[in-house]
Every structure is written in structure tokens, then in C-alpha cells.
């Protein structure tokens, strides 16, 4: 008889010894189970804190402005799990930060800091709200801040020319523009209503970004045959008041100072607001989006936690946020 091999001879050795203490040969082990659902699901959204979110879904018009290279979607790095992400986000801003914001950012950015502070009782948030081109001026006076969030690239590009920029900025959110009128206001029912003699006008100094994009938008509608070649002449001549910010120009319209006024959709998206106002719609090809950016300020008091602050408002969380008052999402 042929000899076994030393590695069958082996096997049935084995085999032999399962069969003499009654154990039948295990199967072989079950494959691994799959990643639960709870690790690949989204975790649910931040619950609004004081206000139902505004609808902003990005618009698919050619207006719209593609972000800077490298600064929009690139700089936007998706966190993982929503609710881990957001707690450990939150967490890492530590310290007194002292943030420069576009006045259009005040419900989002406060909405930020009592969630950053509430992940971590260290933080300690200050918020310097008003005009991009205000905030710049105070920068480059000497003002201390450790973060700029510009309503437009321009007042940041002149910051960085200023030498008050530490870093390349990101573009963290975009927005546009509407009409808002007090209540429903006989007078304007409808875009060209706007260069009807004697209608008040209120509008953003041209170089507060608001401002600038409303001019903007009333030189495209000037361009179709709908509005008229001299519309936006009309509608300038009705101007009665110039604001610094967009929330000056809330409040001309609320204290029935003026019939109409131009800002932005994140603007009115307060419960409180929404009671009292009326929008008329800027359709997308005459709409302007703004692009957000936001960066390190140069010798910042907390370079850490503004750091930190940037990462968060770049993650789904902040993104979140952002977008539950208005704005639309940097990667828009």
C-alpha cells in the first residue's frame, strides 16, 4: 500500500480524533456581519433653535458664479457622521474667539456660537456683526479679531491687500438677493413696480456687497425688454436712503420708512421677520449669488480656536446651519 503524505496523514489523524469524541467537523466561520445602518446613515438635522428653516435650494441659473479654485469645494472636507462631527467640531473651539462677520450672517453665526459654547464651556464667542467693508476699515485700523467672514471676495482680497489676512480664505456659503416690502404693500406688487414715480427705495451703499449685487441685478433687468432700458435709472432715482448693511435696510422697510428694499433671502428668515414682510422673488438669470469667504485674521489673539472655528463652520454641521437661515451651501 502507498504510503501517506505527511500532510494527509496528518488530516486524517485529525479526523479520526473528531470522530472518537463524537464531535462532527466545525463549519467553516460565518463571514463577518456587514456595517450597521446607524454607522452609514446621516445623522438627522440640527433642530432649529428659534426659527423653522428657510428653503434654499441652489439656483440652477447662469448667473450664478462658479467659487474661487481651491477655496470652495476643495476647502469644504465632508465630516463623517453629522452628529460626531458636529460634537467634536464644536468642542475644538476653545478660548475666547472674537469673529468679524457680514451683518447678513447674524442669525447663523449667533445660532453658531450658543452651539459651540454649549458643546464646551470654555469657548467664550464674541460676534462683531456689520458691513464687509466696515469690518475690513476695522481690521486695518488695528482692530483685534481672530476670524473675517466676508459677504464677497472683493472686501476680502482687500483685506488680504491690506496684510490683515493670515492663509488663503475659503468660501464657506453663498447667498442672493430679494425684495422685501412691509406687509402687502398696495403700491409694488410686482418686480417692475420698483420705477413707478414716487415709490420708496432703499438700498445698501454701493460698497457694502449687497449694495453692489443689487445694482447688479438691476442693470441685467434693464436688459430685458419685460423691465425696459432705463429701469435701473428709475429705480436708483427712487432711492431714498443708502444703508451700511443689510440689516439697516430690514429696518427702514419695518419701520415703514420705504416701500421696498433689496437684501439677501437669509435676510427675513426669522419667524418675526416673516410676519411682518412681504418678498417678491428675484428670478435666477437677473439674481446675483454672493460668494462667502472666510479666513484666519493675521495675529490673531487665539489662532487655534480660529482655526478650529473655520474647520467647523466648513463642516456638515456648520453647513447645517448655515443653510437653516438661508444661505446656500459652499459647495452650491
Same mark, same amino acid.
Request: with cysteine.
Given at each position: ?55 434654499? *435650494? ?41 469673529? =468679524? ?9 449667533? !445660532?453658531?456660537?450658543?452651539?459651540? $459654547?454649549?458643546? !464646551? ?14 469690518? +475690513? ?10 476670524? =473675517? ?10 483685506? /488680504? ?6 492663509? /488663503? ?14 406687509? /402687502? ?6 418686480? /417692475? ?21 443689487? +445694482?447688479?441685478?438691476? $442693470? ?10 432705463? =429701469? ?14 443689510? *440689516?439697516?435696510?430690514?429696518? +427702514?422697510?419695518?419701520?415703514? $420708512? ?27 438669470? =437677473? !439674481? ?28 456638515s454641521r456648520g453647513q447645517t446651519t448655515l443653510q437653516k437661515w438661508g444661505l446656500l451651501p459652499a459647495t452650491s
Open positions: 500500500m502507498r504510503a501517506l503524505r505527511p500532510a494527509a496523514l496528518a488530516g486524517t489523524l485529525l479526523l479520526l480524533a473528531a470522530c472518537g469524541s463524537g464531535a462532527s467537523p466545525s463549519s467553516p466561520t460565518a463571514p463577518s456581519v456587514a456595517p450597521s445602518a446607524a454607522a452609514s446613515k446621516p445623522a438627522a438635522s440640527v433642530a432649529a433653535s428659534t426659527a423653522s428653516p428657510v428653503s434654499a *435650494k441652489p439656483p440652477a441659473s447662469a448667473s450664478a458664479k462658479p467659487a474661487a479654485a481651491g477655496s470652495a469645494s476643495a476647502a469644504v472636507k465632508p465630516a463623517g457622521s453629522a452628529a460626531a462631527g458636529s460634537a467634536a467640531g464644536a468642542s475644538t473651539v476653545q478660548g475666547n474667539l472674537t469673529v =468679524f462677520a457680514a451683518a447678513s450672517l447674524t442669525d447663523a453665526f449667533n !445660532n453658531m456660537k450658543t452651539d459651540i $459654547e454649549e458643546a !464646551n464651556p470654555s469657548a467664550k464667542l464674541t460676534m462683531n456683526f456689520a458691513g464687509s467693508p466696515t469690518l +475690513r476699515t476695522q481690521l486695518a485700523q488695528g482692530a483685534k479679531a481672530d476670524v =473675517f467672514a466676508s459677504a464677497d471676495t472683493a472686501n476680502m482680497d482687500g483685506a /488680504q491687500k491690506d496684510g490683515t489676512i493670515d492663509g /488663503q480664505p475659503s468660501i464657506f456659503a453663498h447667498n442672493k438677493l430679494t425684495v422685501v416690502l412691509l406687509g /402687502q404693500n398696495p403700491k409694488v406688487a410686482s418686480l /417692475q413696480d420698483l420705477a413707478k414715480p414716487g415709490i420708496k427705495v432703499v438700498i445698501e451703499q454701493q460698497a457694502v456687497p449687497a449694495g453692489n449685487y443689487s +445694482r447688479q441685478a438691476l $442693470e441685467k433687468m434693464s436688459k430685458d425688454p419685460a423691465f425696459g432700458s432705463d =429701469f435701473a435709472t428709475k429705480v436708483l432715482a427712487n432711492v431714498v436712503s443708502q444703508e451700511p448693511d443689510v *440689516k439697516s435696510v430690514l429696518s +427702514r422697510i419695518q419701520l415703514g $420708512e420705504a416701500d421696498a428694499g433689496m437684501l439677501y433671502v437669509s435676510d427675513v428668515g426669522t419667524p418675526a421677520v416673516k410676519d411682518q414682510v412681504k418678498t417678491l422673488t428675484i428670478p435666477d438669470q =437677473f !439674481n446675483v449669488i454672493a460668494d462667502y469667504p472666510l479666513a484666519v485674521v493675521k495675529n490673531a489673539p487665539n489662532p487655534s480656536g480660529a482655526k478650529a472655528f473655520v474647520h467647523y463652520v466648513l463642516s
